[in-house]
């Protein structure tokens, strides 16, 4: 079943034309600009992305002993602007972070998503399964009573989705814009009138871990297209 | 919609702007076509305009114009313009073709602020015009329907 | 200001073929207000212009209701192979360009 019109879809299948593909550009020359009091490039240390990062956008989020706990792909690379490149941190949703993490995301195109929930991630994960179960805001609904139980059933004229995290970071059509993953959970918080957590925080992260696991093995086409 | 305003408000968001469901009704382009054609009327054949029957968001629906030319130097499309009678500033793009374009063809993605009538104005070499319209229904409105969140 | 072209790998001499174009630009609508309830103001990428060496093939005027990241495709004939040139401007002087090879087999 699809959950997006054929229009979105085709925008998402055409290579050239699909907008998150500016986003993945500007990473990759972004990779190759040197950065922070270092003065390093990505590609100084992790050489060329496309060999470096294939894979490893499917494996996250993932447990980082550099900074003792779970984290997305965001929260990694700017692990490695501060720590390595000791530069600043890049905001949350600004341009050169969405393009990193589209470019990283992107590598890992045509690959299952293959997250771990062992070891130090478990705690993590059985809080995100938690979160996606649970009631909350003014609407008092968990995720799981539209993306379990009601998806593919119509609700203010759209398809409910299952809620995968595949194809993310990804182009919303309705933000004109490429949009983290935590943007658009944040925005699903929203959606049941709850309060949003911040970007970065140990929930959000907690329900991508969950969400992803969930979403084992089905095939990234990051950066998609969204309405 | 009203109810998203009101708990919008009950939570203090101000991302949902006021003006967000105001309802734009389709203006009367003929003075802006006219400003295009001199006055000249623009036969209603030859132009096809290919739209989505729905469109899921308005802030992006493809468009695809074909006219019917044999683009040669003494017969050819100049110019394709755009309208979109519901949007606050109608005109949206203008095209400049020549003889040696080959076809008169453009692809693009325009922004749509609700359900309404697109035309599409042709200028032919010789100063004569030819227009067509396409039908779309729009769910979320660009321009008005807003949310940052 | 980013850009992508693409143009056939081969084209035949005198025969059509379609140059497709996208432009990393938000165009603002000037009608979007921020979480403040501030108006945005407008910021659109206004005039492109394609060229195969000197020879324009293409002009366009954009107004707001061209989408965010805009693309268009259209059409061009080609006699010889050469350089095909794309240059814009928005409202505020920023420009882009990108080029491409066409191959005229």
């Known amino acids: 079943m699809e959950f997006q019109s054929a229009d979105v879809r085709a925008m998402q299948a055409d290579e050239f034309g699909n907008p998150g593909m500016l986003w993945v550009e500007r990473g990759a020359a972004l990779w190759k600009a040197p950065r922070g009091a270092a003065n390093a490039s990505c590609e100084s240390c992790h050489g060329d992305g496309a060999r470096s990062m294939k894979g490893v956008a499917a494996r996250y989020p993932a447990y980082d002993a550099s900074l003792g706990r779970v984290a997305g792909v965001e929260q990694r690379i700017n692990a490695c602007v501060v720590q390595k490149q000791r530069g600043d941190a890049l905001p949350w949703e600004s341009q050169d972070l969405l393009a990193l993490t589209a470019y990283v995301a992107h590598q890992s195109r045509g690959m299952p998503l293959a997250p771990r929930i062992d070891g130090a991630a478990s705690a993590a994960y059985e809080r995100g399964r938690t979160i996606y179960f649970e009631r909350q805001g003014q609407l008092n609904l968990a995720c799981a009573q539209c993306h379990d139980a009601n998806w593919g059933r119509t609700l203010l004229a759209e398809k409910v989705s299952q809620g995968q995290p595949v194809d993310w970071p990804a182009y919303r059509v309705e933000w004109q814009s490429l949009a983290s993953l935590e943007r658009r959970l944040r925005a699903c918080y929203f959606g049941v009138r709850a309060e949003q957590p911040a970007f970065g925080s140990e929930d959000l992260v907690a329900l991508q871990l969950y969400l992803s696991k969930r979403a084992q093995g089905l095939v990234s086409n990051a950066p998609g297209v969204r309405r | 919609m009203k109810r998203r305003r009101f708990l919008a408000a009950g939570i203090a968001l101000a991302g949902l702007p006021a003006a967000a469901q105001r309802f734009q009704p389709p203006q009367d382009i003929t003075p802006l076509l006219m400003k295009i054609t001199g006055g000249v009327a623009a036969e209603k054949r030859g132009v096809e305009v290919v739209l989505p029957q729905i469109a899921e968001n308005g802030n992006s629906v493809p468009l695809r114009v074909k006219v019917d030319s044999p683009m040669t130097a003494d017969d050819h499309v100049k110019a394709i313009h755009v309208f979109a009678e519901r949007n606050p500033r109608p005109l949206v793009a203008s095209f400049h073709l020549g003889p040696r374009s080959g076809r008169a063809e453009i692809s693009t993605r325009i922004r749509l602020a609700g359900t309404q009538t697109v035309t599409v104005l042709a200028e032919l070499s010789g100063g004569r015009f030819v227009m067509g319209p396409a039908y779309v229904l729009v769910t979320a409105a660009a321009c008005l329907d807003e949310s940052l969140l | ?105």
């Open chain 3, 1 to 105: 200001m980013l850009g992508r072209v693409q143009v056939p790998p081969t084209v035949k001499r005198g025969e059509p073929f379609e140059v497709r174009l996208l432009v990393q630009h938000p165009m603002e609508t000037g009608f979007r207000r921020d979480l403040d309830g501030q108006a945005i103001p407008i910021n659109i990428v206004d005039k492109l212009s394609a060229r195969i060496g000197d020879r324009e093939i293409f002009r366009a005027e954009f107004g707001s209701g061209m989408a965010a990241n805009p693309y268009v495709a259209f059409y061009a004939t080609a006699e010889a192979s050469g350089e095909l040139v794309v240059e814009w401007s928005d409202d505020r002087g920023a420009t882009g360009r990108v080029a491409t090879t066409v191959n005229v087999a």
